[in-house]
């Protein structure tokens, strides 16, 4: 394995020598790194932070010792960072050191309970995507005029995106050649994703629904003629429009998307709440959690729950079958 310089004692401070390494940890960092790609590029852009910080500071970034750690972390917590986002730069150095065959000080019992004191005073609630009723989510199907060439695509993608419980990233990422229709619906290969960075065989059913102005299947189906009556049979599945509602060749990126799922279903959800609304809706239609796995791919039923938005008191209670 490559392993990164280590600056002398005498150079700690160098703004050459800081820039070397931010620009080198930056590469090992995004290349080392096996997770989603937006993981990824905050992974190297934490790297650049806690070296500029080190420049400015005249600490030596790699290695890094625990007290130069403890300083950095305390910085960001000053500076109003969240909780999960000094984990996250945390989880970046550690993984720098690594990756140069070093030791982690992030490893140290005291920076440990440093950071617990920072998640006890911030509180480590994360802020989650709200998920809908599936009410809510026909009348803004209702809603959408699909006369319109970017209404055909908005209800395509807000239909696959919860049926499949897709991440934003995999919907972004999706193409033509991904899909294979059958009598019983669809069948989507994900050829990579968070958990499936090796590119194994990973696949979504997604099944044809008895209303079809809620069918996922039909609604993938009307967008795939647009793109046809457009000569794209290949390529993207989901893609830009210029104005005037002429289709583009561009992929739409995962913040366009967000931007699009805002739109139609207001500000206060996101991309992210298509996949927690699919766990929230099936376990309230009585969908086990290897069922709900199945389509989700997470890896643990912890997770599910995390998943699941059950606010309302009344929801999914055993109360309600005591028989009395």
Not at 6 to 14: K, N, Q
Not at 255 to 279: D, M
Request: aromatic share 6%; proline share 3%; net charge positive.
């Amino acid at each position: 394995m490559e392993t990164l310089p280590i600056v002398p004692d005498a150079a700690v401070g160098a703004a050459r020598h800081i820039d070397e390494y931010a620009a080198a940890g930056a590469r090992y960092v995004t290349t080392g790194q096996q997770g989603a790609a937006n993981t990824q590029r905050a992974y190297a852009g934490d790297w650049r932070r806690f070296t500029a910080w080190c420049r400015e500071h005249g600490r030596e970034s790699l290695p890094a010792d625990v007290l130069t750690v403890a300083a950095f972390v305390t910085a960001l917590a000053e500076a109003g960072k969240k909780v999960a986002t000094i984990q996250r730069h945390c989880a970046a150095l550690s993984k720098a050191h690594q990756l140069a065959g070093l030791p982690t000080p992030t490893d140290d019992r005291q920076l440990k309970t440093l950071l617990e004191g920072i998640s006890r005073e911030k509180g480590v609630r994360q802020k989650q995507a709200p998920a809908f009723t599936l009410a809510y989510f026909k009348r803004v199907l209702q809603g959408i005029d699909v006369e319109r060439l970017d209404g055909v695509r908005d209800r395509a993608l807000l239909l696959l995106g919860l049926a499949g419980a897709f991440r934003r990233d995999e919907l972004a990422s999706l193409d033509l050649a991904h899909l294979r229709f059958d009598e019983d619906g669809l069948v989507v290969e994900l050829p990579r994703s968070k958990t499936n960075q090796k590119g194994e065989a990973e696949e979504k059913a997604v099944f044809f629904s008895p209303d079809r102005r809620s069918c996922p299947v039909r609604a993938v189906k009307d967008w795939l003629a647009v793109l046809e009556q457009h000569g794209r049979t290949s390529g993207p599945l989901f893609l830009s429009f210029h104005k005037g509602q002429r289709l583009s060749r561009r992929r739409l990126s995962t913040f366009s998307l967000n931007e699009i799922v805002q739109l139609r279903l207001g500000a206060p959800y996101t991309a992210h709440s298509l996949r927690a609304s699919f766990v929230t809706i099936a376990k309230l239609n009585g969908a086990d959690d290897a069922e709900v796995m199945n389509q989700t791919k997470h890896k643990t039923t912890d997770m599910i729950r995390r998943y699941t938005r059950l606010d309302n008191v009344r929801q999914h209670n055993a109360a309600q079958k005591l028989g009395l």
